[in-house]
């Protein structure tokens, strides 16, 4: 089965309402996640740190109203039920009950389905004989409230927001949500990020507790991340929470650089405003914000390796020595695959953070130029004229995807 006809038959498969769902070498299963660290979000007046066993009270939370209409999708983060508990998809290989090898499965920023994955989750599936993830991050996919997937009510917002800022560059239905939400509260990009990581740890746990239905408790995994997926995933390997990612392979595609050499201002992605308000706080002035939000100064500063490393993959040049080091002592466990024509993640910048200004780290990276017409968003179209093309550049890539899982 090559991609396309892969894309229409697992499209179909998802959203099908048999209880069973097979295709060709793979099923297809449904199960209930629900998040434990939802209680670090926005919404309330005491936070309590289970690792260090202390209460605490915010004294300051950014917050500009300058990025709302009426106060349309600024719902109190922490009361999201979506958010909270949620069905999650895997991929595995056909009449495999518990399987040991897993592949987790991480997506990009402002994804609202998982039709473009669900053939590169089988051909991972297929190529590697593992059991493939499709894990959503915090407000994303099925974590996210129908409503701002409303194409009516999102194309008004988004029409609103254009009047309100005349020179504003890619708003639109698709995006309107999103940069609303992070343009007048862009901490919301690090607390759902730390929700999302302390979800994967969880997930990870509660496997080994021998709780998953599929997942043996000895299980070994690895991680394929895309776009901003690969945030999350390289901040869960260089944290190497307990030690649970020592065996674990990195492959990141369209992925891997510093937060700040990113450029998502697109119609799918962030319109221009609020990628502006993002890069003034995470980048511009987050150190003096972290003076006065003592809640994110905790996870971010104090004890917490995961915040350090977030904040070390925030700007290329701050932290570099740390970031650097880390990279270096997981190198032969992470692999890149870039494009060149990609405008969101830029080949040589990915290269300049894995590889690391001195090019004394050895990941390699591979950059590609597919002879069809793509973008980030977009690497493999499935209804382009040119199919046939389409099918072998796909084949290309996840040949060296699997090729590297598959090494001992």
């Not at 399987?99 to 989750?121: C, Q, R």
């Not at 270096?328 to 990915?350: C, G, H, M, W």
């Amino acid at each position: 089965m090559n991609y396309t006809e892969s894309f229409y038959a697992l499209k179909e498969l998802f959203s099908s309402l048999e209880t069973r769902k097979k295709l060709d070498t793979i099923e297809m299963d449904e199960l209930e996640f629900e998040s434990l660290s939802y209680k670090i979000l926005p919404g309330i007046k005491d936070y309590y740190c289970d690792i260090h066993k202390t209460v605490l009270k915010p004294e300051f939370s950014f917050f500009t109203e300058i990025g709302t209409i009426e106060d349309n999708v600024h719902i109190e983060d922490i009361y999201v039920e979506e958010n909270q508990k949620f069905k999650y998809q895997l991929i595995r290989p056909s009449g495999n009950e518990k399987v040991k090898k897993v592949t987790f499965l991480f997506h990009g920023i402002n994804e609202k389905d998982w039709n473009k994955y669900l053939p590169w989750a089988k051909a991972i599936c297929d190529g590697t004989q593992s059991t493939v993830i499709l894990f959503p991050t915090a407000f994303h996919m099925q974590r996210a409230p129908k409503h701002w997937s409303n194409k009516r009510a999102m194309y008004k917002l988004s029409e609103l927001r254009k009047q309100r800022f005349p020179n504003i560059i890619n708003s639109t239905l698709s995006n309107v949500a999103i940069s609303m939400r992070l343009h007048s509260m862009p901490q919301r990009f690090i607390w759902s990020g730390l929700q999302t990581y302390y979800d994967v740890i969880h997930f990870i746990e509660d496997c080994k507790k021998d709780k998953h239905p599929f997942i043996d408790k000895d299980f070994e995994f690895n991680i394929f991340a895309f776009s901003i997926g690969g945030f999350l995933a390289q901040i869960l390997k260089l944290t190497n929470y307990n030690n649970y990612f020592d065996k674990t392979r990195v492959c990141l595609f369209c992925s891997g650089s510093a937060f700040n050499r990113m450029s998502p201002v697109s119609k799918f992605i962030l319109d221009s405003e609020a990628n502006v308000a993002l890069y003034s706080f995470m980048v511009e002035h987050f150190d003096k914000i972290l003076q006065k939000d003592n809640l994110l100064h905790h996870y971010i500063k104090d004890g917490h390796i995961e915040g350090q490393v977030f904040n070390a993959m925030l700007d290329y040049q701050k932290m570099r020595e740390f970031r650097e080091q880390l990279l270096k002592k997981y190198e032969k466990q992470i692999y890149a695959i870039t494009l060149r024509n990609d405008n969101v993640i830029p080949s040589f910048e990915v290269i300049n953070t894995l590889q690391g200004a001195y090019r004394n780290i050895n990941i390699p990276v591979d950059e590609v130029d597919f002879d069809h017409r793509y973008t980030h968003e977009n690497p493999f179209p499935p209804n382009s004229l040119e199919k046939e093309t389409v099918d072998k550049n796909f084949s290309y890539i996840f040949n060296k995807v699997c090729e590297f899982f598959n090494q001992s």
